[in-house]
């Protein structure tokens, strides 16, 4: 029997607003409990929220970067739930009148495919509080610093197919809200996480099948090994004749596994109405223009601006603006090499990612700039250096030891371009090894590579790699 | 000196005939001595009170007395009073000291009003005579063996028993107008929006007005030109530019339209209740007012509307009280249902458990529409009534109450019959409207009250029409025996 996975994700950015949502109370993470919780936060008796204006900003920000309608005028909505973490017994959301409406985002596939999913809504709310578990001795710690912060929950259509889909679709909306600058996406932190709908059905078939929520999901990688884990359980249930019950569950990374969190007949009947202590929110068309004409190159945009500018391919384009830092350091990179824009492609993909990944760090604190790396490059292009010995320069420069040019010239690696320097090499070197010239000159082409390595070896990799092949071809013929 | 009213102790202070702090050791003295009988304080805040009032005297000598300076009232224990407890008469808060103070007693502190006490209420302002107070009923100075009515019982009993010149109140339903009603009183609630919600504890957020209560309507206006204005800390405030409540006092009558609601004229009032208003209406025809009457087809539901609506919101509204932050938490909770349970259990009231009872219920899934939409939707054509109304008539005149105060007990086993004791209150609050209540007579002995409604923001207007009635009448300078 073959099953088709069907995937929907609610994703919760955090905006980067400097207040919450409801609140003067500052934002910032990691501060000592309960020091950044305010009266409104606290839920004290009498106490009302007012809506922070720069909220709307920013949602009406995402909704245009997704050709969503911004609406005139929604709602906000209380959640009505009891939790130690939710200090008011009901949060605030919107629920029938969201702020932005149906819009679709463009993902691409490893394989080069491209795919669009649907965006059904993104609607405002504030986060709840964080329970703590440990070092209370069987109590429970209650942290509301983080109660009030602002949350755009961006709910997807069930358009995605597989768990790479799902990855692709999340790591799109997260590069998304960083290009507009209105979310910072740590997503340890959990300024960035979602909630994956999955259910399965037979292929061939429309209707959907009974769905499981898996909450909390804080890293692309536990997305995927969700989704993959939850799938083959659905598979199971159905093969085995049973049924998926429709529940909440949670994703144990350590056990790599799903588990039963509530059923829906556990679930809680939510209450939601109007809230009564907030005017509806009214939105005027001149200030979505306002928001409009302050919109960034988006991240589709910059791709086929690189393909067309810098003649990449959609790959590798792709690949670049992933990240509005990434794009901008590639085009500084870029920049610094006139016409060679594969060349800094390459190696922002190559060289610098791979170091990047190594160290765990992000590309606005490489130790190496666009501006040296850029530097660099130059003197491949100008044949100061080959590629391999820029390797060598990349990773000296890497560690602290200066820029490019003085790594160069410390280190003596300049590269040999005299023929007659490179001619007496090539001719110590077939001096030395007649069995193999003999073979070679017997049809054993093979050996030609034997012969550069050699030259190559003698000179420190110095020798400039096109002169040496040149030569050597003319040499053993 | 207990029997002059705010405007008159206002000028006594300022011809510095009296001190602040005279006058604060004299209500003071008269609370000690005759609250006992009326339970209409749940706390008395001497001390602060003697601080602010000299603090006002100071204030005077430097020539930076405000028009109320020195004037001592009390608050609803409703509002946040920081440092001091603010119960709102459930026990839930009985060990509630508030951190902040809420935007009403921020304004009569910078007016610099000494605050004697907190009045005791129905708890969380749910009730009609006062009777669901955690710390017990308040007696009718009129009649100690009757209610105050409710929920604002203590600051109208206060009031009326000459211990305040005047009390801050909240109305939601009624609970400044009947009680105003129901001891003899002048009580006002303002145009939704007008008055700061900031830290006044919310029972249903799209009713609930704090608005003055006092024994005539000039100190109404004086108290409202204190407490009304824009509030940042509440979306739901109005900002509108300042104005003179008692601005229009001496306006003429002469050719006032008064619109009398047929609805409101109908059974169930009582005969001596009618016949005071009907007095009333006399006495303004001969001011020169021309009476038409008015239709209000919809005001019939507006009880049933207002037992939806205001529940489903008190039962979102009082979900804080969880006990886990501040107020009461049970013994040794086993876990956190239990703690739940037991903590909400205990710490509210029957009436409070039943009105979150009802709200959760109309909110449910698969009820919403059929109630609370409903009520919502019928909630529009009751305002859409009173529209259509001022569209021919300038105020609108009708009872306060069905009947006068009623014995302690006598409505308590059927709620039913206590909530339609508000049924003449309840469509304003429900349009938002600003009105009033003035001692208009008494029926066997009781108060019986006159009810004005008005347009939006015609508050100014409103006290006009009741202050040019107690220009010609005397009801409201009427004590209790035992109060004089």
């Known amino acids: 029997m073959e099953w088709e996975t069907v995937i929907g994700l609610e994703i919760h950015a955090q905006l980067s607003t400097k207040s919450k949502i409801f609140s003067g109370a500052s934002t910032a993470y990691g501060a000592e409990p309960n020091t950044q919780a305010c009266a409104v936060d606290l839920g004290l008796p009498g106490v009302l929220p007012v809506l922070n204006r720069e909220v709307v900003r920013m949602a009406a920000k995402f909704g245009l970067a997704i050709g969503a309608p911004i609406a005139p005028r929604s709602i906000f909505a209380r959640k009505n739930y009891f939790y130690p973490d939710l200090p008011k017994g009901y949060q605030i959301s919107q629920y029938e009148l969201p702020v932005v409406g149906r819009g679709q985002v463009e993902i691409e596939l490893e394989d080069g495919a491209t795919r669009t999913i649907g965006v059904t809504r993104a609607h405002l709310e504030e986060d709840a509080g964080k329970s703590l578990h440990e070092d209370y001795h069987g109590m429970t710690g209650v942290d509301l610093n983080r109660a009030g912060t602002p949350l755009l929950e961006i709910v997807s259509e069930p358009d995605m197919r597989c768990a790479r889909e799902a990855v692709a679709y999340m790591k799109k909306i997260h590069a998304l809200v960083r290009y507009l600058e209105i979310c910072d996406g740590n997503m340890q932190e959990g300024s960035f996480r979602c909630d994956a709908n999955v259910s399965i059905r037979r292929k061939g078939t429309d209707k959907l099948g009974t769905r499981a929520e898996i909450k909390n999901l804080n890293s692309f990688r536990f997305l995927e090994r969700a989704i993959n884990y939850e799938v083959e359980r ?143 490059l130059l003197r491949i292009q100008d044949n100061t250096i080959s590629g391999k010995i820029a390797k060598e320069v990349f990773e000296a420069m890497w560690a602290g030891e200066g820029d490019a040019d003085q790594v160069i010239e410390r280190k003596g690696l300049k590269q040999i371009t005299d023929t007659g320097a490179i001619e007496q090499v090539i001719d110590q070197v077939i001096a030395e090894n007649p069995s193999q010239l003999e073979q070679y000159r017997s049809g054993k082409d093979k050996l030609f590579g034997f012969f550069v390595g050699q030259v190559m070896k003698r000179t420190g990799g110095k020798a400039n790699p096109a002169q040496v092949n040149e030569l050597l071809k003319q040499k053993l013929s | ?68 300076t020195g004037v001592p009232i009390v608050h609803k224990d409703i509002f946040c009073t920081q440092g001091v407890r603010t119960s709102c008469a459930s026990r839930m808060l009985d060990n509630f000291i508030s951190p902040y103070d809420a935007g009403v007693v921020e304004r009569f502190k910078a007016a610099g009003c000494p605050v004697l006490g907190k ?100 100190d109404c206006g004086l108290m409202l030109n204190v407490m009304a204005g824009f509030d940042a800390r509440d979306s739901t405030s109005l900002e509108r530019p300042a104005e003179d409540f008692n601005a229009c006092l001496n306006s003429t009558l002469r050719g006032l339209k008064i619109g009398l609601p047929r609805e409101f004229f109908g059974e169930g009032m009582d005969p001596g209740v009618a016949r005071v208003i009907n007095e009333a209406i006399d006495f303004y025809r001969k001011l020169g007012a ?64 039943r009105r979150i009872m009802v709200g959760t219920y109309a909110l449910s899934a698969g009820y919403f529409d059929a109630y609370y939409l409903k009520a919502q939707k019928i909630r529009r054509l009751i305002a859409d009534d009173f529209r259509n109304a001022f569209e021919q008539v300038d105020v609108i005149l009708a009872p306060a109450t069905p009947t006068t105060a009623f014995r302690l007990g006598e409505k308590t086993a059927d709620p039913v019959t206590m909530y339609l004791s508000d049924i003449y209150t309840i469509a304003v609050n429900l349009a938002g409207l600003p009105a009033m209540s003035l001692p208009a007579g008494f029926a066997e002995g009781l108060p019986v009250g006159m009810q004005l409604i008005g347009n939006y923001f015609d508050e100014a207007r409103l006290l006009g029409v009741a202050h040019q009635y107690q220009m010609g009448t005397e009801w409201h300078q009427m004590a209790p025996a035992g109060f004089e």
């Open chain 1, 234 to 376: 659905q598979i199971d249930i159905l093969e085995g004749g049973g049924a998926v019950v429709q529940e909440t569950r949670l994703f144990d990374p350590d056990k790599g596994e799903t588990r039963s969190m509530r059923s829906k007949e556990e679930a809680n009947d939510y209450r939601y109405f109007p809230d009564p202590d907030l005017l509806p929110l009214d939105i005027q068309a001149d200030f979505i223009e306002q928001v409009r004409a302050s919109l960034p190159e988006l991240p589709d945009e910059k791709k086929h601006r690189f393909m067309n500018e810098y003649g990449l391919s959609a790959y590798d384009a792709g690949v670049l603006t992933a990240s509005r830092e990434m794009a901008e350091y590639f085009e500084q990179v870029a920049a610094a090499l006139s016409g060679q824009a594969k060349l800094a492609a390459n190696w922002v993909m190559g060289e610098l990612t791979g170091a990047l990944n190594r160290e765990n760090r992000e590309i606005g604190n490489s130790p190496v700039s666009a501006k040296a790396l850029g530097g660099l």
């Open chain 2, 1 to 68: 000196m207990h029997d002059k009213t705010i405007a008159e102790l206002a000028t006594a202070l300022r011809g510095g005939e009296v001190s602040s702090v005279e006058l604060t050791e004299h209500y003071l003295r008269r609370i000690e001595s005759l609250d006992g009988c009326l339970n209409s304080l749940i706390t008395v805040t001497a001390e602060q009170a003697l601080e602010t009032a000299r603090a006002a005297d100071d204030a005077r000598v430097r020539g930076e007395a405000g028009p109320l």
């Open chain 2, 119 to 218: 009045t005791n209420m129905d708890e969380f302002a749910m009730g009609s005579s006062n009777e669901t107070s955690f710390y017990g009923p308040v007696n009718n100075p009129w009649d100690t063996e009757r209610v105050p009515g409710g929920s604002s019982g203590g600051s109208a009993a206060a009031v009326a028993a000459r211990l305040a010149p005047g009390a801050t109140g909240t109305d939601t339903g009624g609970s400044i107008r009947q009680p105003a009603a129901l001891t003899g009183i002048t009580g006002l609630k303002p145009t939704y929006g007008r008055v700061s919600r900031w830290g006044m504890i919310a029972f249903a957020s799209s009713l609930d007005q704090g608005g003055p209560m006092a024994r005539t309507a000039e």
């Open chain 2, 290 to 353: 021309e009476f038409v009457d008015v239709d209000l087809p919809h005001s019939g539901l507006s009880v049933p509307v207002y037992y939806v609506v205001a529940p489903a919101e008190c039962s979102s509204n009082l979900a804080r009280f969880d006990g886990v932050r501040y107020g009461h938490r049970c013994e040794a909770p086993k876990d956190l249902m239990d703690l739940y349970m037991r903590s909400r259990g205990e710490g509210f009231g029957a009436e409070v458990q």
